[in-house]
């Protein structure tokens, strides 16, 4: 009843999508990658501040042109009040991740990355075959134009379990 596949298998009945590719992280884990990629520099365009006593969270990274190690990149992640900065979480996530994706492709061999990925494994848990061909879709990912969609739907019970059935 535990563990990655378990996982796996819930996001598959919460959004009808079977994933064969994915990643589990800590927040640890994730600060390690970015510290071993180096700073990722990119321009934020709203200031976040938010502060989660209960977690012993918070966040204060300003707008503008900036370098984010590690713990800054994992609190970008982590922000979640954008109703309060009027801005889409959506373009701040695939604008830094397009950055980060151009920062591994433009400075870094096969071989480098290999090594970058192996060293966080022990505490990142995924399935990834990475071939030439993939690699050939990361170069080219500043030519894409990344947008995250919220999905509509609802709960079904179906039998014994419930179900989310997306209305797209």
């Known amino acids: 009843t535990y563990g990655i596949e378990f996982l796996v298998e819930k996001i598959h009945a919460f959004t009808g999508i079977s994933i064969d590719k994915y990643a ?11 510290d071993k990629i180096g700073p990722v520099t ?3 365009k709203c200031d976040m501040n938010s502060v989660n006593d209960s977690r012993g969270i918070s966040i204060n990274i300003k707008s503008g042109s900036q370098k984010f190690d590690g713990k800054k990149a994992v609190d970008l992640l982590r ?16 604008g830094f991740l397009k950055r980060m994706i151009k920062k591994i492709t433009d400075g870094f061999t096969y071989d480098e990355m290999y090594d970058i990925i192996s060293s966080v ?23 894409f134009d990344l ?7 609802e709960e079904q019970l179906i039998g014994s379990e419930k179900y989310f059935i997306p209305n797209e």
């Open 147 to 153: 947008k995250i969609f919220e999905l509509s739907g």
């Open 42 to 44: 990119y321009t934020l």
């Open 79 to 94: 922000f979640y009040d954008y109703d309060s900065v009027n801005v889409e979480k959506a373009d701040v996530l695939s």
């Open 24 to 34: 589990v992280f800590t927040p640890e884990s994730a600060a390690a990658f970015f």
């Open 121 to 143: 494994s022990k505490t990142v848990f995924g399935r990834c075959e990475l071939d030439y061909e993939q690699i050939k879709v990361i170069c080219n990912m500043d030519k």
